[in-house]
């Protein structure tokens, strides 16, 4: 085993022995996906405090449709999501058809303002398609976001750079249906 791995392996054992319950939800997770199980693919911690954040009057708008459009129809009054991956959004509408809260676009940015914006999307060189990266959509996001309100970055500790950007709240730790430690960032605004 590589030294790379044995961190890996490491950073992975100290999250689960810090919180007992996520290695549980884990473990029940790990041979689905988030969008069967109405879960987004954040770390435990973030979806545990979205529990807390959420309430029946808020605007949800998502770079990236998913589980997360489950848990978010669910539990807010509108959600709104830009998917391009046409078989991604096909499944992803087939499983909230039921929502009447629930808005797909094809293209585009934040049209209004909201109180949860999650970025969450495959960029370059991950997806040929998109052609901005998180940081970009995390500019246009700043405009809309809603004083009060959050932006969510998914996968942050690709884009620790962002962290400069005010006051943040990293969630760093197990997720459902992942191979080992993500992290999630809330942005508060």
Request: glycine share 8%; charged share 25%; proline share 6%.
């Amino acid at each position: 085993m590589d030294g790379s791995c044995f961190n890996r392996v490491l950073k992975f054992a100290r999250h689960a022995a810090a919180r007992p319950g996520d290695l549980r939800r884990y473990l029940d997770h790990r041979r689905t996906t988030p969008l069967e199980i109405g879960l987004p693919w954040f770390s435990y911690a973030a979806i545990d405090f979205l529990e807390t954040y959420l309430k029946p009057d808020m605007s949800v708008f998502e770079y990236g449709a998913g589980g997360s459009t489950v848990f978010f129809a669910s539990r807010v009054s509108r959600v709104v999501s830009r998917e391009p991956d046409e078989k991604w959004l096909s499944l992803t509408r087939n499983r909230v058809s039921s929502c009447q809260n629930v808005e797909f676009i094809s293209g585009g940015h934040v049209d209004a303002p909201f109180y949860v914006i999650v970025i969450d999307h495959d960029e370059p060189p991950y997806n040929p398609q998109s052609d901005e990266t998180r940081e970009q959509t995390f500019e246009v996001a700043k405009k809309f976001v809603k004083p009060g309100g959050i932006i969510i970055v998914d996968d942050s500790w690709r884009h620790r750079a962002l962290r400069r950007e005010g006051h943040v709240k990293v969630f760093e730790g197990l997720g459902p249906c992942r191979l080992g430690v993500t992290s999630t960032d809330v942005y508060f605004f």
